[in-house]
């Protein structure tokens, strides 16, 4: 036991001597590359070992054992508390590796016979330091829910192909490339299909249970939102994202002309941002429809209070129904923007003393002939459609600005929340909307008319088209 002890400090020290090197910001691309993939080479060494010793830590803490059990006899609950403390690696971590260790080591039979590990191929490889801990772990976890019911012989060969996908080795000749953990993961999951005879209906039948979607509680100014959807439901979702957050959407909103005019790389979201923009389109869609269950009579609207003192002086904040923590003054500008405002006056008991109608809020006939006037977002290079989009009082009620549609343009959810930061200008001539980049984004862009709409862009061309014919010179007599 100490003379291994020693000799793992002696390479610890070794390592830390040759690794003692320059600055790798300084290292040429093809070094450092080489350098990187050494370490690693290094770790997966490492890595067979942290799972064998986890593994055993599991074993010799097994609950049978009652109080001898080596976690018990250390003051720990559990073998993933005793390698945490040891380690002090997380517990994700530790169950990881007991969960490898526990599939690669041997066995022993009932009768005291010697048994191979329940994945004597990743064993093997992890042992030889071929194969990391994210691939085998990766491998144990996709094959080991169908190592049940598969027929063995199959079980063993997709073991083998996994491993040989995984090292670039395969029927005694190296493969070009060597497949990544997430890669390996799909060609794992693919395996896991074809081992289970069953089909996914047992899954299907223990996910419909665990479905759900929950709102957690406010942390830092946003609401966290948990759960887990069935996976048509996910990948319905998720193509519902790709068809809005692809560079050049097939809605044909963004055309050859929007391009010429502006320059479209200017998005400055993360995909993720883009994701929460596109959930939030489809709700307040969604609310507005008129095709679900009406609240008190209306459709599901959000509610927020506020006193009209803090909205006149830009200060201040909202209280929206449902939600536990306050919504910003811009959040609220663009809710009265979107969907009007109702004046309540309380005396200062609380008693209400007077009740105003809504205001502020744009017809159904203003939102179709806004829609087919404008087409959709009127930013250009945002592929929202119309029919998701919020309407914009361009021309603010506080400034005397009209609910009419000579004052109202469609823009996307964000679109409508950054219009006063993002540098996008909109502006309304002879009932016309108008658009001016940022000055980040075209130094020198001027006002130019903006629309979406197929049949205004074409009439526009028809136009230019006619216009330079006109200008054309006829042929000499």
Known sequence: MTAVTDALEQVRSTLREVLRFDDPARWPDDELLAVTASIEAVGRVIDAHRAACAGEVDERSRVELGSERLSSRRGCRSASELIERVTQASGAEARRRITLGAATRGRVGFTGEPLEAEFPGVAAALAAGLLGADAASTIVRELDRPRRVADPVTLAAAERELIAAATGTGDGAG????????????????????????????????????????????RDGLIPIRGDLMPEVAAGLTRLFDAHLSPRSNTGFVTDEQAAHFDLSGEQRSTDQQRHDVLAAIIATTARSGQHPSIGGAPPTVLVSVRASDVAAGRGAGHADGVEIPVSLRAVRQLICTGGTQRVVLDDRGRIIELGSQERCFTPQQRRAITLRDGGCLIPGCSVPASWCEIHHVIPDVEGGPTHPDNGVLVCWFHHRSIDTSGWGIRMHHGVPQIRPPIWLDPGGGWRDATKSPTRIADRLERRTRHRAERRPGPAA
């Open 175 to 218: 493969t070009p490339v060597q497949c990544a953990a997430d890669e390996l993961r799909v060609q794992a999951q693919a395996w896991a299909v074809f081992l289970d005879q069953d089909g996914p209906e047992p899954d299907d039948d223990r996910a419909m249970l665990r479905r759900g979607l929950r709102l957690g509680r406010a």
